[in-house]
């Protein structure tokens, strides 16, 4: 081993030790130059989108109004909605032919923008054109598209996306709502058979929406009238009349108050035989004809309900990219609050003699910033370096998307790994949101409860986010699924069983598939010679094949462990239920693992290939160690796992503490320049507990 | 090293594995005996008070309604606190001279059960009665109890307590706000002399509160006119007329909304040279004569007021105490809805070929309950383990707080060690509160967002727990500062370099001063012969020699490192304040580690000893699970260290996190008999997402 496991080399014009601590003195102001390449870099391929988001945001009308009730914040969503709809801000999620501009990751993109100024209209928006818009635009054909396209977008058609039940949020192929063709009228009946079948949770379902995308278990009959299930398709019904009435057969309720979110009308949904015609069908990947014969072009009912999920990935990115700017808004107000609040004038917390009585002027002199305490670097610095990362990945998965939703003849192995992906990133993102809005708040102390200070409403608005568009646990334990099996399409058609059968007999080689930066990382790897057992933790080489090494071993045995627990029987029938399912059960945590540090080894290749795209210079010379951040706080979150399986010597696992410590200490005179970069309006940043923003130039717009 | 480094030895009436899954039956029903005697267990002491709060709590009078606007909000918990008032319920917090009943530990305790019901009324009732009612009974002496103590149990006097100031909340003892005696006039001018130091957070404040404790640097003058400063005291001073009018130089602001604790009317005061009488100064540790002489008997600045401080310590252990009883009321629910929310018919997070077309019927039969899933156990269980080692603690705390404050002479050494173990504490309960209800949130997915079932609203009332009363850092700073001093009483006169000099020239020797539980550990480590390096991690000799020691090593290098960094002059002058600054600074996260190893060992101690009043049996043995689950989560949490310093092997390490899971798994089963055993009051979970809790027969009393 070597002597010097962590590097004390400084790249770049890192300042001195002493420059790190502000002391008596005032606290670094942002560097506007390197700030502004940093947001360019950020904004990556539609910084036109972000740039034209910004200067619409700019604008109070889009904020939210927490001092509203109920009814008043629906209301205010509604009219921001509306004003939305007078730009051209939606059209981009819509194709050419139906009236739209085809851009589908300036869309993702602009609902990312949106999520600073204001989640309810966020999620409206989504809802709408997102949801509702996707559902219209993705799953039916010609006819829906002439019809509906043009009014949802100007909202003259106001839609809600009725997929979840009572009874089935993440279990969404087992939905009980039925839609049923009679063939005598020609009509689809949608019905809700039971209480749980009841959709629930459902945005504008309360009070705005006038037409649902609902999902439903498509029955037809054959000639003997014998019911034939073909699985989940989606039927347009109409819930209210134009004037918001009640429609006959449709029961809505209203959901009422959540935790946050006011300015969404969720509601319940029940359809008691509900006919529509057969042309509501939304036909795309099955269509019934007149004689109510049902075609498809996939034959597997599962796989295509998988491939109906799929055109619906936009929501699913646009949450995660969403939850991402809400963690940016929180960190970039908590590091101008701590670079402004002072507190104590001495270390050690407690003890003030050393402030001198003055019978009444200000004591305040001398008193040490919070970002000067090496807790408070702790807690902000590393959650900001995950930010920037998270926000490099969210820029490549929105690329990856576009590229796929406009492609002719989308590749199907690059779909199911762009879903895979879209879900993992999911999940990381609103975990690190929820984390991080917890942190700044509580790094702002009492300033931080207070709602004028924003920081409560991103965690209110923001924290149903881990759970809707996918719970975040089912949705890591997809990606595992997804890379077990090499993104094989036979396992789609499986139960359980057959799917650990199928990992039984399979080597999962899937870890060596790059993400975008193949080339880049190849090229970091080749120029090092530095090993995984005794490399300098400060080099990316080094990082990058810990990640590496570290996914390929969680899933080789992972693999290993279900292949054990696999049955062993060749049928699905004849074994014990109840231990297959404690043999995956007992896997469980273990196969979660792996759909997380698969994550986090994607996410450090989208950093670097973000890095990639900025000029050498002092800007990517401290996005550099911003990486290095992320990469070694990574390591050290999992530093038990790394030395458990002989990754680390205790040594190595220390430098890498220490190793964060110092680099805590090095960027934290750049805090302020590196929130600066995420460039968020200046108006959504306008909390009482700062002093104005508008001493930063770089806000000048 | 040993083969089997945990013992597969089940002490108990565990029930087999295959009980533990109970697959497609029923869910497992709480054993109505066992809960009870884990109940009068976990009651302790002022089991009697808890019972008359049961009783007084079933009843939907004493509720939040969070559909209330601001204004009614208020309204609401003042009629509540009125309700309250016509009760004995606030009596026993105040001596029986002054008309109380003279039990702290009961007023503690019943603080505590009016967290389970209503965290609004909870924090005005504990800013009424606790804060200004004891600043009047504990700093005031008996001019002022015979005057204001019968009105302010009555509710005839509404008091705020005026301490946080703007600029400074956790510096208090720098606080700016003036109270300067007039000689010519036999008064005390109370004066707020900048902006920062305008009070603010004060509960009471914005509306109800007719007088306010304000702390204050209290100011006389010599012969000569020279001003002497005598550190912070404590004023009462009118700041509303009996129509709740503004007085003259008095001006409050209103706070308006906060993330939650709507019913609180916090505000800001101002004070424009405002004129009291000589005799609203709460004299107990320090007095003006008429002739302006300022006499106390503590001559220290600084320990005086770190006395006064101490005084007023019941605050912070209720608001530990009530983090602990929302954290409770959040498991149960989350508990009780994991034992009835079925999701996914076969394992493996996709797949649902299984389930047959049935068009219409319900698909819902053969699921899996989600508290059967590792997962789901893993991410409550030790959690609810935590809760009930956390409940235990807490019951010691107060017992010795009670003990102290009914003693004729207490002990100074005991009440230092009470204060830092009440810091301590109030630090653990309020972030395990804050991961409790995040995390049952997140496990009850979309229906745990609905306010209807109480997790969102938990979440937001209790978020400000973490920070008031103390912020978390700073109080687990002052443990490991007290620690590291062996609560020597010189230390409260040093600033902090005199305290790091103080640390460099002692040797701590404190981890062996034992928690009241000193012989049932003596006894426990007695009758072992495990050892550290080898023992069986099932033992809890083992378990208690590894908390021991990770908390003597962390103090000993701790006090190391400070001593390495201490200043080598004699002097507290003539050093480099920003040297100074970072010596401590590079320590920071070291000194926070020490307090925190330091609880951790304090709340094991704690549980054993609250298992120890548990007669034999199957509630005892079931205990002893719950406590080892605690102790070797907390170990797995934190074995990266244990690594790192030598004290697990990989193998041992691998082990613990075997280990937790088998336990979650055989505890499984008793989930809801657990959850039963904390004895929340029916009503107080009548969440809309539960099934009514009626039917557990526990329940119907």
């Known amino acids: 081993m070597t002597d010097t496991p962590v590097s004390t080399r400084r790249p770049h014009s890192a300042p001195a030790t002493h420059d790190s601590i502000s002391g008596n003195g005032a606290a ?13 870099v950020l904004d990556g391929r539609w910084a036109h989108v972000r740039e034209s988001s910004r200067a619409m945001l700019d604008d109070a009308a889009f904020l939210d109004d927490p001092s509203l009730d109920l009814d008043a914040s629906r209301r205010l969503a509604l009219e921001q909605m509306r004003r939305l709809a007078r730009t051209d801000w939606q059209a981009s999620g819509f194709g050419v032919a139906a009236g739209g501009t085809g851009d ?15 989640l309810s209209l966020m999620v409206k928006a989504g809802v709408q054109w997102g949801l509702f818009g996707g559902a219209v635009e993705n799953l039916g054909t010609e006819r829906h ?58 945005g504008g379902a309360a009070l705005h929406a006038r037409m649902a995308a609902v999902f439903a278990q498509l029955i037809t009959h054959d000639a003997d009238g014998t019911p034939l299930d073909h699985g989940v398709h989606c039927v347009l019904v109409p819930i209210r009349d134009d004037d918001g009435g009640p429609l006959p057969g449709v029961t809505t309720t209203d959901d009422g108050l959540k935790g946050g979110l006011r300015g969404v009308d ?45 055109t619906l990935i936009r929501g699913r990115i646009s949450v995660g990219g969403s939850a991402g700017s809400a963690a940016r808004v929180a960190l970039e107000i908590a590091v101008r609050y701590a670079e402004q609040r002072r507190q104590f004038s001495v270390p050690g917390g407690g003890s003030g003699d050393a402030a001198a009585p003055d019978g009444g002027g200000p004591r305040r002199t001398g008193e040490v910033l919070l970002m000067d305490y090496l807790q408070h670097q702790r807690r902000l610095l590393p959650l900001l370096a995950r930010s920037f990362a998270l926000g490099f990945a969210q ?138 057992e005794e490399g300098d933790l400060a080099e990316r080489s080094v990082q990058l094949r810990m990640f590496e090494d570290r996914e390929q071993h969680v899933l080789e045995t992972a693999a290993r462990r279900l292949r054990r627990g696999a049955p062993s029987g060749d049928g699905e029938d004849g074994e014990d239920p109840l231990a297959e399912f404690e043999a995956f059960n ?34 990517r010379d401290l996005l550099e160690d911003v990486c290095t951040l992320y990469a070694l706080h990574s390591i050290e979150e999992d530093k038990a796992w790394f030395m458990e399986h002989g990754r680390l010597s205790t040594e190595r696992a220390k430098a890498v503490t220490r190793h964060v410590g110092e680099l805590c200490t090095r960027l934290r005179p750049h805090a302020l320049t590196l929130v600066t970069g995420f460039g968020i309006p200046r108006i959504l940043l306008d909390s009482a507990m700062l002093d104005g923003p508008g001493t930063d130039p770089v806000r000048q717009r």
């Not at 990751?105 to 923008?113: D, K, Q, R, S």
């Open 28 to 40: 670094p102001a942002a560097d506007v130059e390197i700030a502004a390449q940093i947001r360019a």
């Open 104 to 118: 589908p990751g300036g869309a993702v993109t602009g609902i990312e923008m949106l999520a600073y100024a204001n």
């Open 145 to 202: 598209h002439r019809e509906y396209i043009a009014p949802l977008i100007r909202l003259d058609l106001l839609g809600c996306f009725a997929m979840t039940e009572i009874g089935h949020g993440s279990d969404v192929q087992n939905l009980e709502t039925t839609a049923t063709f009679d063939p005598g009228t020609d009509e689809i009946v949608v019905h809700t058979p039971t209480p749980s079948a009841v959709k629930d949770y459902i």
């Open 266 to 310: 969720n509601g319940r949904i029940a359809f008691d035989h509900v006919r529509v015609p057969r042309t509501n069908l939304l036909n795309r990947y099955g269509d019934i004809d007149a004689d109510g014969r049902y075609t498809s072009p996939i034959d597997s009912r599962s796989r295509r309900f998988f491939t109906m999920l799929g």
């Open 395 to 532: 820029n490549e998965l929105v690329s990856k998307m576009h590229d796929l939703q406009v492609a002719q003849e989308p590749d199907q192995h690059e779909q199911r790994e762009l879903e895979s992906r879209a879900a993992g990133l999911k999940a990381s993102q609103t975990w690190h949101a929820t984390r991080v809005i917890q942190e700044c708040r509580e790094a702002c102390g009492g300033a931080g409860y207070m709602t004028e200070n924003h920081l409560t409403g991103l965690k209110a608005d923001s924290d149903v986010f881990t759970t809707f568009e996918g719970d975040n646990t089912v949705l890591t334990q997809l990606v595992a699924k997804e890379l077990l099996t090499s993104y094989s399409d036979e396992v789609s058609e499986f139960g359980a069983v057959g799917w650990m059968r199928f990992v039984a007999e399979t080597v999962a080689d899937t870890v060596r598939e790059r993400t975008a930066a193949r080339q880049i990382i190849q090229r970091i790897l080749d120029r090092s010679d530095e090993t995984l």
């Open 586 to 619: 007992s896997v469980q945590d273990h196969v979660l693992r792996a759909g997380r540090v698969h994550i986090e080894r994607v996410v450090l290749e989208a950093f670097l290939a973000g890095i990639d795209e900025c000029p050498e210079g002092p800007a």
